[in-house]
């Protein structure tokens, strides 16, 4: 007041020197944002004005009374970084209208985010005190906390997100006007010297027939405080269709009554036409899957018939002429009983990978150890002939297909069994565990559902990495049916009974040891 005063009643030189003074002085003070004058190098504290006091705890008294550093409100880490920002401020004008944002710690020990702005003060550089800084801050106050860490961070993603047609909208609900950022402009194909734009006018460009919708949700979000979340068509100005996805709120002020209406609105054509080209797709896939499945089935049943009377007539030569057939045509009739076993085998794996996809038996409870004796029980005869050592563990309950189980552990063991290494005795090893939650995320598998692993690992030839997931294909052979008999379907069907089973398989080479083949399967399929 006494300041006031002086100005009043001094003469014109005293009152400009003394209205330069008071203004230095007060503005600061009056500033909507925190302010503070720190000195260069320590960064020691000169001044505060109310908001700072208000926001971080420190007053004019308490930087009088001790050296407070404004370094002290940072993480040591963030120390570096302010150092450069002023450094960066000093001959750069441009770089003090740009921010970076800061965790700032008040004096009551409690960390936020503040963007800081900061510029040196002129003349100041001979002072006593040395070169001094004005820094201006604002609290941020979004809900979500900034997502950017400084100026040009917020530049980087506003013209990366400007290419993705988004834009933003207010309206005034007194005055019945509705603003519109430039991306809006741009979605709906309006002339940006379009200022002029109301409720009417907006609600102009939405299609007919999603109207009724639009204007039914909005008047939700109005009647109950909730958000307007909705994907609608437009027709922009062009005559263009549209697919946009617009997310609104309602602003009250501090009396409760509505009084903005804001929101954003995006252009999700280009990714909508994709998911429905997708799905498409997806949808071919499954149909060309279905019929290739029931050719397969239909196609090898037919071709039963004609096997049999080829081995029939094939077993009636070779007992009536056993005596005539002798040399090429003894080999050429031995061969062709070969071909049609071999032939026999196929169809067989044919109608099993069949009868998997086109599956509805029923899930139950199933003791794989039960199912396992039946396969060792199975695959006696060779597993003697091999001297095949198999070391397993109690392995658990599930729901499953019985036969499904058994066929998968048949497939599996058989599998490892006819990859064996010359000279070396076949070595199986079952184990069972737990599967992970890093187990699921690789298969993609349901994170919240119980699951087992079970790994049955060999020491036979292994096979390249690059074939892991080739193995599973249909008719895939990684050698020769001269060198490992089989029709090359076994593994697929293996993959086809866990995907029944809503598990998946995979398999991976173990250097210098062999192969592992790993299967993850629900404990309760209710709840798969």
Same mark, same amino acid.
């Given at each position: 007041?006494?300041?006031?005063?002086?100005?009043?009643?001094?003469? /014109?030189?005293?009152?400009?020197?003394? =209205?330069?003074?008071?203004?230095?002085?007060?503005?600061? &003070?009056?500033?909507?944002?925190?302010?503070?004058?720190?000195?260069?190098?320590?960064? @020691?504290?000169?001044?505060?004005?109310?908001?700072?006091?208000?926001?971080?705890?420190?007053? /004019? #008294? #308490?930087?009088?009374?001790?050296?407070?550093?404004?370094?002290? &409100?940072?993480?040591?880490?963030?120390?570096?970084?302010?150092?450069?920002?002023?450094?960066?401020?000093?001959?750069?004008?441009?770089?003090?209208?740009?921010?970076?944002?800061?965790?700032?710690?008040?004096?009551?020990?409690?960390t936020a985010n503040y963007y800081l702005y900061a510029s040196p003060i002129e003349d100041s550089s001979n002072?006593?005190?040395?070169?001094?800084?004005?820094?201006?801050?604002?609290?941020?106050?979004? @809900?979500?906390?900034?997502? !950017?860490?400084?100026?040009?961070?917020?530049?980087?993603?506003?013209?990366?997100? $400007?290419?993705?047609?988004?834009?933003?909208?207010?309206?005034?609900?007194?005055? $019945? @006007?509705? !603003?519109?950022?430039?991306?809006?402009?741009?979605?709906?194909?309006?002339?940006?010297? &379009?200022?002029?734009?109301?409720?009417?006018?907006?609600?102009?460009?939405? *299609?007919?027939?999603?109207?009724?919708?639009?204007?039914?949700?909005?008047?939700?979000?109005?009647?109950?405080?909730?958000?307007?979340?909705?994907?609608?068509?437009? +027709?922009?100005?062009?005559?263009?269709?549209?697919?946009?996805?617009?997310?609104?709120? =309602?602003?009250?002020?501090?009396?409760?009554?509505?009084?903005?209406?804001?929101?954003?609105?995006?252009?999700?054509?280009?990714?909508?036409?994709?998911?429905?080209?997708?799905?498409?797709?997806?949808?071919?896939?499954?149909?060309?899957?279905?019929?290739?499945?029931?050719?397969?089935?239909?196609?090898?049943?037919?071709?039963?018939?004609? %096997?049999?009377?080829?081995?029939?007539?094939?077993?009636?030569?070779?007992?009536?002429?056993?005596?005539?057939?002798?040399?090429?045509?003894?080999?050429? =009739?031995?061969?062709?009983?070969?071909?049609?076993?071999?032939?026999?085998?196929?169809?067989?794996?044919?109608?099993?990978?069949?009868?998997?996809?086109?599956?509805?038996?029923?899930?139950?409870?199933?003791?794989?150890?039960?199912?396992?004796?039946?396969?060792?029980?199975?695959?006696?005869?060779?597993?003697?002939?091999?001297?095949?050592?198999?070391?397993? +563990?109690?392995?658990?309950?599930?729901?499953?297909?019985?036969?499904? &189980?058994?066929? %998968?552990?048949?497939?599996?063991?058989?599998?490892?069994?006819?990859?064996?290494?010359?000279?070396?005795?076949?070595?199986?090893?079952?184990?069972?565990?737990?599967?992970?939650? #890093?187990?699921?995320?690789?298969?993609?598998?349901?994170?919240?559902?119980?699951?087992?692993?079970?790994?049955?690992?060999?020491?036979?030839?292994?096979?390249?990495?690059?074939?892991?997931?080739?193995?599973?294909?249909?008719?895939?052979? =990684? *050698?020769? @049916?001269?060198?490992?008999?089989?029709?090359?379907?076994?593994?697929?069907?293996?993959?086809?009974? %866990?995907?029944?089973?809503?598990?998946?398989?995979?398999?991976?080479?173990?250097?210098?040891?062999?192969?592992?083949?790993?299967?993850?399967?629900?404990?309760?399929?209710?709840?798969?």
């Open positions: 007041m006494d300041e006031i005063n002086e100005i009043v009643t001094g003469n /014109n030189e005293s009152k400009r020197s003394l =209205l330069e003074e008071t203004y230095l002085k007060f503005a600061p &003070m009056g500033s909507p944002g925190l302010v503070a004058i720190i000195k260069s190098g320590n960064g @020691k504290i000169c001044f505060v004005n109310g908001s700072f006091e208000h926001y971080l705890g420190y007053n /004019n #008294d #308490d930087i009088a009374s001790a050296d407070i550093l404004f370094t002290d &409100m940072l993480h040591p880490y963030q120390h570096e970084r302010l150092l450069n920002q002023l450094v960066n401020i000093k001959d750069n004008i441009a770089a003090r209208s740009q921010y970076l944002i800061y965790p700032i710690i008040s004096k009551d020990g409690i002072s006593a005190e040395g070169q001094l800084y004005y820094i201006l801050m604002f609290p941020d106050l979004s @809900k979500w906390g900034m997502p !950017f860490t400084s100026f040009e961070s917020k530049e980087l993603f506003l013209e990366q997100f $400007d290419s993705e047609d988004f834009g933003t909208f207010e309206r005034n609900l007194d005055a $019945d @006007k509705v !603003f519109w950022s430039a991306g809006l402009y741009r979605i709906f194909e309006v002339d940006p010297a &379009m200022l002029e734009i109301d409720t009417q006018y907006a609600m102009s460009f939405i *299609h007919p027939d999603d109207l009724a919708m639009a204007k039914e949700s909005a008047k939700a979000a109005f009647a109950h405080g909730t958000d307007l979340n909705i994907e609608i068509r437009i +027709v922009t100005a062009t005559k263009r269709s549209r697919i946009v996805h617009c997310l609104a709120r =309602l602003v009250k002020n501090v009396h409760g009554q509505p009084r903005l209406f804001t929101g954003s609105v995006r252009d999700v054509t280009d990714q909508r036409m994709i998911e429905e080209d997708l799905k498409n797709k997806v949808e071919e896939l499954h149909l060309s899957n279905r019929e290739l499945e029931e050719f397969a089935y239909i196609a090898s049943h037919d071709m039963q018939e004609p %096997l049999r009377k080829i081995t029939t007539f094939s077993d009636r030569l070779s007992e009536k002429y056993k005596d005539v057939l002798t040399g090429e045509g003894a080999m050429y =009739l031995a061969r062709m009983n070969a071909s049609a076993e071999n032939m026999r085998n196929l169809i067989n794996d044919l109608l099993d990978f069949s009868r998997i996809a086109k599956s509805v038996l029923p899930y139950e409870q199933v003791d794989l150890n039960k199912i396992l004796q039946q396969v060792l029980t199975d695959l006696e005869l060779i597993i003697e002939e091999t001297g095949t050592v198999i070391h397993t +563990v109690s392995l658990p309950e599930i729901d499953a297909v019985p036969s499904q &189980m058994k066929q %998968l552990l048949t497939n599996l063991i058989n599998n490892a069994i006819k990859f064996h290494k010359e000279d070396i005795i076949p070595e199986i090893t079952i184990t069972v565990g737990i599967a992970t939650a #890093d187990d699921l995320s690789r298969s993609e598998l349901t994170l919240n559902k119980a699951y087992y692993k079970i790994d049955i690992i060999d020491n036979g030839i292994g096979f390249e990495d690059e074939y892991a997931n080739r193995i599973f294909q249909v008719f895939q052979r =990684l *050698h020769g @049916k001269s060198e490992y008999p089989g029709s090359g379907i076994g593994l697929a069907i293996c993959k086809k009974i %866990l995907e029944f089973h809503h598990g998946d398989i995979y398999a991976e080479n173990i250097p210098e040891v062999g192969a592992r083949f790993t299967f993850i399967i629900p404990h309760n399929q209710q709840t798969a």
